[in-house]
């Protein structure tokens, strides 16, 4: 086995076995504790993020794993693995079916590797620099619709919205006005990757975690999707900027519709 495909082994082994906890807790009553006012974390996310560290830190010692749930050591390697054990918490921690596995992994700054995996819906999607994104095998590319107008949109709203939810709001009204509809599921790694998938034709975000959307990310542009920052200018994960993500085809409108609002 070459060594890209042993980290796409790894990722996807990893990926599933956490996926494979959450569904044998699904359903059942689940003990909260909250890293933040309203940061949720459960039982279930730390036994997946010990499993996926503990696999990833046995194949790849050498490598830096940052993990939503974990303090970060830092090795000086140029590799990184960027994990969301559990990215969705708050849906899985009431019973609402819409949760995933998120690992990227990063090489001197630049993703080359994405996995998420649905477990619910058994859904894996991966994706390597250069090579396209799939799903269970097949590869998937972005939607067609060119008109803002006919799009159908996701977005989220980061922990602090209750502190500042005119700032938020502001975004979803404007696009709310423009565009089809709109779907606010709660699992920003999902979103990005039914933007790849076609499912959506754009998302948008403020204040996203590197380990929230890292192989989303390079799951929409191996996809042939756009994904930039407000200002169309190239998105820089550990930011916690603004995310704009696309088929490529109405980018330049939601950029448009953001620069409307910051300039009313």
């Known amino acids: 086995m070459s060594e890209k495909n042993r980290y796409l082994h790894i990722a996807i082994r990893a990926a599933k076995e956490a996926g494979k906890i959450q569904m044998d807790h699904f359903g059942q009553h689940q003990s909260v504790t909250y890293k933040g006012a309203f940061d949720p974390v459960t039982e279930v996310d730390r036994v997946c993020d010990q499993t996926i560290q503990r ?3 046995h194949a790849f010692p050498e490598h830096e794993i940052l993990t939503e749930e ?3 050591a830092e090795k000086g390697s140029p590799w990184r693995w960027i994990v969301d054990p559990l990215d969705g918490t708050t849906n899985y921690s009431r019973g609402f079916p819409f949760f995933s596995v998120s690992i990227g992994l990063e090489k001197e700054g630049e993703m080359i590797l994405g996995v998420v995996y649905i477990p619910l819906l058994d859904e894996l999607f991966i994706s390597q620099k250069g090579e396209g994104a799939f799903l269970n095998g ?8 060119d008109q803002l107008g006919r799009s159908f949109m996701a977005t989220g709203f980061p922990y602090d919205v209750q502190a500042h939810p005119d700032e938020y709001l502001r975004y979803f009204r404007q696009f709310l006005r423009q565009t089809l509809a709109i779907r606010r599921p709660g699992s920003a790694a999902i979103d990005l990757c039914y933007v790849a998938a076609g499912r959506f034709d754009g998302f948008w975000e403020l204040k996203l975690a590197p380990w929230d959307m890292a192989a989303g990310v390079l ?3 191996e996809a042939g999707g756009r994904v930039t920052d407000s200002e169309g200018g190239p998105f820089d994960i550990y930011s916690r900027g603004f995310l704009v993500a696309s088929n490529g085809r109405i980018h330049d409108q939601m950029l448009q519709a953001i620069w409307d609002i910051n300039n009313a």
């Open 70 to 72: 974990s303090p970060f």
């Open 138 to 145: 097949k590869r998937i590319s972005v939607s067609q619709t």
């Open 55 to 57: 696999l990833i830190g």
């Open 219 to 221: 799951l929409i542009t």
